[in-house]
């Protein structure tokens, strides 16, 4: 079944301009003065940001603060009111849908399915792109090391449906890495999941950008940003409040102003990576 609909997506590849090695370093998402409005509000009032090749980017911020809406419009789901979102040196616009979705892969918040897919086929899902391309016969491949890397191997045969929430944004990231683009979008990866499980989708964040990939992941966790991101990108109300190493960035006078929650931060006494705990008593 799941052939049959990337047939139809993509009736052939003939034609279609395969994605360009990169060197690390270079850009693969870019937005210049972006503005966003909903419902006639700004959501995104002039950022200006990159997520380069070999790198994991993380935006972090309270909510409402405009993450999400950032990472959406990085991926072109989302157009810009004002500004310009570069993916791959290319205006998103310009972009055919097909090449772009050779080029980034979005995880959204919540993955939700009409019809009744076992696990394995919606991992499947995520080689659509690649259909009647010289790397289609990759697929299977592909498709086993993805559900390796994310433990949904023995759920192969299981109704999506029936997972658990935490098996679902599982079997969601292995979609995602299966798409094999060198730009990787994550909104929330590791919300519905437990202790071992954030550490593992962060893990292979960290392996994505080695392996030259850039990866953009939204988190709440401060902890888990400071400790796998190379960049953190703190916004608040819809405007970048700073950008840089977390060591840097992660200070308790601007977390406690931008989260208006007094914070303390301190270095882990081990890997120096900083530890940021709320002020309580």
């Known amino acids: 079944m799941i052939t049959r609909i990337a047939e139809r997506l993509f009736s052939s590849g003939r034609g279609l301009a395969l994605p360009d090695?990169?060197?690390?370093?270079?850009?693969?998402?870019?937005?210049?003065?972006?503005?966003?409005?909903?419902?006639?509000?700004?959501?995104?009032?002039?950022?200006?940001?990159?997520?380069?090749?070999?790198?994991?980017?993380?935006?972090?911020?309270?909510?409402?603060?405009?993450?999400?809406?950032?990472?959406?419009?990085?991926?072109?789901?989302?157009?810009?009111?004002?500004?310009?979102?570069?993916?791959?040196?290319?205006?998103?616009?310009?972009?055919?849908?097909?090449?772009?979705?050779?080029?980034?892969?979005?995880?959204?918040?919540?993955?939700?399915?009409?019809?009744?897919?076992?696990?394995?086929?919606?991992?499947?899902?995520?080689?659509?792109?690649?259909?009647g391309t010289a790397r289609e016969?990759?697929?299977?491949?592909?498709?086993?090391?993805?559900?390796?890397?994310?433990?949904?191997?023995?759920?192969?045969?299981?109704?999506?449906?029936a997972l658990s929430g935490g098996e679902q944004a599982r079997v969601a990231l292995a979609r995602v890495?299966?798409?094999?683009?060198?730009?990787?979008?994550?909104?929330?990866?590791?919300?519905?999941?437990?202790?071992?499980?954030?550490?593992?989708?962060?893990?292979?964040?960290r392996e994505r950008a080695a392996a030259g990939d850039a990866v953009v992941v939204v988190l709440h966790d401060l902890g888990l940003a400071a400790a796998y991101a190379d960049r953190v990108a703190v916004l608040r109300g819809g405007a970048l409040a700073a950008e840089g190493a977390p060591g840097a960035v992660f200070t308790g006078s601007l977390l406690s102003e931008v989260y208006r929650q007094p914070v303390e931060v301190f270095p882990h006494p081990r890997t120096g990576a900083p530890l940021v705990a709320p002020v309580r008593g």
């Open 21 to 131: 090695p990169f060197a690390p370093g270079d850009p693969l998402a870019e937005a210049s003065g972006l503005v966003v409005r909903l419902g006639g509000r700004a959501v995104l009032a002039g950022v200006s940001l990159s997520a380069r090749a070999g790198e994991v980017l993380a935006l972090v911020g309270p909510n409402g603060a405009g993450k999400s809406t950032l990472l959406a419009a990085l991926a072109a789901d989302l157009p810009a009111d004002e500004g310009v979102v570069r993916v791959c040196g290319r205006p998103t616009g310009e972009w055919p849908a097909r090449e772009l979705a050779l080029r980034r892969a979005v995880l959204p918040q919540a993955a939700a399915l009409s019809f009744p897919f076992v696990v394995e086929d919606v991992v499947r899902m995520g080689r659509s792109p690649w259909a």
């Open 137 to 161: 016969d990759e697929d299977d491949r592909v498709v086993r090391e993805a559900m390796g890397a994310t433990e949904v191997g023995e759920f192969a045969a299981r109704p999506f449906s």
């Open 177 to 205: 890495l299966a798409q094999r683009t060198p730009l990787l979008l994550l909104d929330e990866p590791t919300a519905a999941l437990d202790l071992r499980h954030q550490e593992l989708v962060l893990r292979i964040c």
